[in-house]
């Protein structure tokens, strides 16, 4: 896989007054994120982050020392290279590796680019956008997509629009 830039958090607001900030997570835990000490290139260091007991987290950053500087960080996507993620076990895939991938039905027959990967609750969902702009949504499942690579995304002939 190539080694773009994966978002694992956003930075949602300052926390408190001495720079602080609330972070909305799209990773699995606290834990999974406080791995990681540098973010955005290297342009954040992580100095300490707990849970705030919504879902989210409390972070501080050794470049923010005021609620002035975090409440300008508010929408911030915050990054790693992929190359820093842990390695995938077979059937096992990260939704940055998905995104911009070319689909194609098992008969060959092209079908758009995914542009999307959702979860509602009963697994991942991918969408994708076919040539003419219209999106159509396959779950991520074997019956609907039957394989994909870092090259292409193949879906069941039945499941494509």
Not at 26 to 45: C, I, M, P, Q, Y
């Given at each position: 896989m190539q080694d773009k830039p994966v978002t694992l958090a956003a930075v949602a607001g300052a926390h408190g007054v001495?720079?602080?900030v609330r972070l909305k997570l799209f990773g699995e835990s606290v834990s999974a994120l406080s791995r990681f000490k540098l973010f955005n290139?290297?342009?954040?260091?992580l100095k300490k982050m707990r849970d705030d007991g919504k879902g989210g987290a409390i972070a501080r950053f050794a470049e923010i020392a005021d609620r002035t500087a975090a409440e300008?960080?508010?929408g911030t996507l915050l990054t790693v290279p992929r190359s820093a993620l842990p390695p995938l076990e077979e059937g096992e895939y990260y939704h940055a590796d998905?995104?911009?991938l070319p689909a194609i039905s098992d008969e060959g027959v092209p079908l758009g680019v995914v542009v999307a990967v959702e979860?509602?609750?009963?697994g991942d969902v991918i969408e994708i956008e076919k040539p003419d702009g219209k999106k159509f949504m396959v779950p991520m499942n074997e019956a609907a997509v039957p394989e994909w690579s870092e090259a292409r995304l193949v879906v069941a002939a039945?499941?494509?629009e």
């Amino acid at each position: 896989m190539q080694d773009k830039p994966v978002t694992l958090a956003a930075v949602a607001g300052a926390h408190g007054v001495t720079g602080e900030v609330r972070l909305k997570l799209f990773g699995e835990s606290v834990s999974a994120l406080s791995r990681f000490k540098l973010f955005n290139d290297g342009a954040l260091t992580l100095k300490k982050m707990r849970d705030d007991g919504k879902g989210g987290a409390i972070a501080r950053f050794a470049e923010i020392a005021d609620r002035t500087a975090a409440e300008r960080l508010r929408g911030t996507l915050l990054t790693v290279p992929r190359s820093a993620l842990p390695p995938l076990e077979e059937g096992e895939y990260y939704h940055a590796d998905l995104l911009g991938l070319p689909a194609i039905s098992d008969e060959g027959v092209p079908l758009g680019v995914v542009v999307a990967v959702e979860n509602y609750g009963a697994g991942d969902v991918i969408e994708i956008e076919k040539p003419d702009g219209k999106k159509f949504m396959v779950p991520m499942n074997e019956a609907a997509v039957p394989e994909w690579s870092e090259a292409r995304l193949v879906v069941a002939a039945g499941f494509a629009e």
